[in-house]
Nanobody, 119 residues
Framework: QVQLVESGGGLVQPGGSLRLSCAASGFTFRSYSMSWYRQAPGKERELVASITSAGLSRNYADSVKGRFTISRDNAKNTVYLQMSSLKPEDTAVYYC????????????WGKGTLVTVSS
């Protein structure tokens, strides 16, 4: 079965760092683009960062540019999100997403991991 399992979330102080991981299984990971989304209480889900299947191109939301870095290791079927200089507004549940297009969009979602930035 397809699985995307996020880990690494937790409580951090403003200015701190955290690295999220998403372990994938049950599909051909190297054929999928990978993304991190987040959703804060009372707000809509937003795309945080994405990386193409071969890891050659990356995109970030303006709010996290210069602070977050997305990367992937296709040999380990894992995608990462390194978060630095964290702010309270980064507090959200972070979700891992895998997607590819064959006639139509196909995607998988993880269950999320909570990141809380607070003193």
């Amino acid at each position: 079965q397809v699985q995307l399992v996020e880990s690494g979330g937790g409580l951090v102080q403003p200015g701190g760092s955290l690295r999220l991981s998403c372990a994938a299984s049950g599909f051909t990971f190297r054929s999928y683009s990978m993304s991190w989304y987040r959703q804060a209480p009372g707000k809509e889900r937003e795309l945080v960062a994405s990386i193409t299947s071969a890891g050659l191109s990356r995109n970030y939301a303006d709010s996290v540019k210069g602070r977050f870095t997305i990367s992937r290791d296709n040999a380990k079927n894992t995608v990462y999100l390194q978060m630095s200089s964290l702010k309270p507004e980064d507090t959200a549940v972070y979700y891992c997403n895998a997607a590819k297009y064959i006639l139509r969009r196909m995607e998988y979602w993880g269950k999320g991991t909570l990141v809380t930035v607070s003193s």
